[in-house]
Each structure stands twice: as structure tokens, then as C-alpha cells.
């Protein structure tokens, strides 16, 4: 039978996502929010002491999935799950990190990487020769196509296209809906078709919290 799945860091709708893709592999849920707020209804909800177990993330953010690996490490969670939800479509050559997460409707092409605790959402296309770093995060219906990279912690908004060859840079965003057509610094925001700069994240973090904590 099936291992139960912890989701740690569920203050957020997007838990329910998670939810029901444990659902669908026939794994009970059971969610832990480490920082307040989460949905009272969420399954198995447990404030005080995380369970041992098989766990990932229940957030979309890539900034908050790299705080929230530290913080599940921190609270004595070891054993990182790789999630993949059954109408996703993986390729045989590509490598799935441990603690991630793709959503319904997924598709990743070959030979692509996806590191640990990335999260793809729902119905977002990952092309040949990708490189997604630690924690990185695609939104709904983001396309990435042909040998990009995603730094750790970055997110590309819902309906986002990057094309051929781009690398986006550690914790930077891609806004809903824009085509990214060049390289985009590390925290920067960029928006529009084609991508531009709208501003830059002030981001006191060192690079060594863009490392994944269970590896």
C-alpha cells in the first residue's frame, strides 16, 4: 500500500492541488502548516509536530519553495518525495529531483532535468534539454521550450513563454503571459512581449540558501 505523503507548508490555496494528486496515486495526505493560515480543511492538518514520513512542499512560489525546504529540513523532515501527478507525461530520459512536484497535465520533454523541490502547475510545458535548478517554479500553461535554463528559486508566471536557449536567473520572475526572448538576470522582474525589466528584488539572501538542504 502506499505510503502516506506529508505536505509541509500547505498556507496556501494551492495545497489543494497537492491534495488531489495524492489523492489520485491513492496516498492519504496528510498537511502540516509551518507558518499559520492554512485552509482548516485541508487533511490531516497538524500545527505542532510533523509526522516522519515521505514529504513535498504544498507551495507554487519558487522563493517561498526554497525558504519552505529549509524549513521542513529545520523541523527534522528528511525524506523528500518526488510527486508526479498520473496525467502528467514524463519523458523516459528526463531526471526528476526528489521533492518535486508536477501537477496535472504536465508535460516534460527529453533529456530535461528538473533538480530538487521544483514544482511545475498545471498544463505547463517543459521542452528538450531543460535545466529547472532547486525550487524552481513554473505557473499554469508556462512554456518553456528548447535548452533553457530556470535558476534556482525563479518563477515563470502562468502562461509564460521562454524561448529557445534562455537562461532566467536565481529567484527572478517571469510575469503572467510574457515572451521571454533574452537572458534574464537573477532577481530581476521582468514583463510583457518581449520581456523587459520592470524592476529588480532587493533579496538579502545568501547563495547558499539556493542550495537544496536534503541533498
Known sequence: MPAPLILFGVATPYAWDVVETALRLGR??????????????LPGLDDDSPPAGPFVLGLSSGVHRLAGARAAAAAGLVEPDTVVDPTAVVASTATVGHGTYVNAAVVVASHTRLGCHVNLNRSASVGH????????SLGPAAVTTGEVRIGAGAFVGAGATVLPGIEVGPRAIVGAGAVVTK????????????????RTLDDPTSAEEDACPHC
Open 183 to 198: 537572458d534574464v538576470p537573477a532577481l530581476a522582474v521582468v514583463a510583457g512581449n518581449p520581456a523587459r525589466v520592470v
Open 28 to 41: 492519504e495526505p496528510r498537511c502540516v502548516d509551518n507558518h499559520g493560515g492554512a485552509d482548516p480543511r
Open 129 to 136: 534539454d531543460n535545466v529547472l535548478d532547486h525550487a524552481a
